[in-house]
């Protein structure tokens, strides 16, 4: 365990915009450092960066491709350099594995390369993401895989989408199972429709679609950015440090 003075530092990428944007800051205001990553939006990343500093934390914004493999092994040594010139640190605490993309498709028409983009950056991506930055993740660390609702409720049109989250979910079963003796807890959060540029902006722009998300959700709303930082937070918390191998639904009550 990290001694209490010493601040946590937690990976999150995706970090630029929408969820991994609310978690960064969720998880600044919690008193961790953070490392974001983004993918082309490198002014948004910077601006959280100095959100986060604004927290009196420190952050770093690194860019990263979680669809292409290949560059993990680059990726992983320039964390390694800046946990070094930043912090002075071998290791971080926590990786959340946020980033990603969403498509709708029906199967009848979704092309092989929709197929292999959503299995590369939501499952491929997750897992060997997680396997390159394990050496550099502390015993005792906590890592949280972004799911979603749709791996346990059916939409049309998103068979692919939720068919590689559900791969997420059974890989975090087994990472909890195999970095358990490594003290490392590691649990699914699974966000229902919240509102963000995800798909176009589609929830959150879509009058008709809001409404009826609205209709179908417990809480009676879509839920919002800080609705999943705040959970992700929670879940890093030292509170949460017992649960393990879990998938948690934060979609206010979304098609109960
Ligand atoms: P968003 O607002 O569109 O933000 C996506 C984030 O992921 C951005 O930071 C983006 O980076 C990054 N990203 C996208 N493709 C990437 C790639 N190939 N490599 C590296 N980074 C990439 O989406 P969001 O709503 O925050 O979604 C975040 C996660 O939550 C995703 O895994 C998504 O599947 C999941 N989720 C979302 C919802 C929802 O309703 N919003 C519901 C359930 C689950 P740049 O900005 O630099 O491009």
Not at 101 to 118: C, M, R, S, V, Y
Not at 203 to 214: E, M, P, S, T
Not at 231 to 252: N, P
């Amino acid at each position: 365990m990290t001694a209490s003075t010493t601040p946590r530092i937690a990976l999150v990428t995706g970090g630029s915009r929408g969820l991994g944007r609310s978690t960064a800051l969720a998880l600044a205001a919690q008193g961790s450092d953070v490392i974001l990553t983004y993918q082309s939006s490198e002014a948004e990343a910077h601006a959280v960066v100095r959100q986060v500093e604004a927290l009196g934390r420190r952050a770093v914004a690194l860019q990263l491709d979680v669809g292409d493999s290949k560059r993990f092994a680059a990726f992983a040594e320039a964390v390694k350099k800046v946990l070094a010139s930043t912090w002075q640190r071998e290791r971080f605490d926590h990786l959340v594995n946020n980033a990603g993309i969403g498509l709708n498709a029906p199967i009848a028409e979704t092309t092989e390369e929709q197929f292999d983009l959503l299995s590369n950056i939501h499952l491929k991506g997750t897992f060997f993401l997680t396997q390159k930055l394990l050496p550099l993740i502390a015993d005792g660390g906590r890592i949280v895989n972004i799911s979603t609702g749709l791996a346990r409720f059916t939409f049309p049109g998103y068979a692919a989408y939720a068919a590689m989250k559900g791969g997420v979910e059974v890989l975090t079963r087994y990472m909890a199972k195999e970095l358990g003796p490594r003290g490392i807890s590691v649990n699914t959060l699974a966000p229902g429709a919240i509102e963000t540029d995800f798909r176009g902006g589609q929830v959150r722009d879509d009058k008709q679609v809001n409404a009826h998300i609205a209709g179908v959700t417990a809480l009676g709303r879509v839920g919002l950015p800080d609705d999943i930082g705040g959970a992700v937070a929670a879940l890093l918390a030292d509170g949460s440090r017992w649960i393990t191998g879990q998938r948690i639904e934060v979609s206010g009550g979304m098609m109960l």
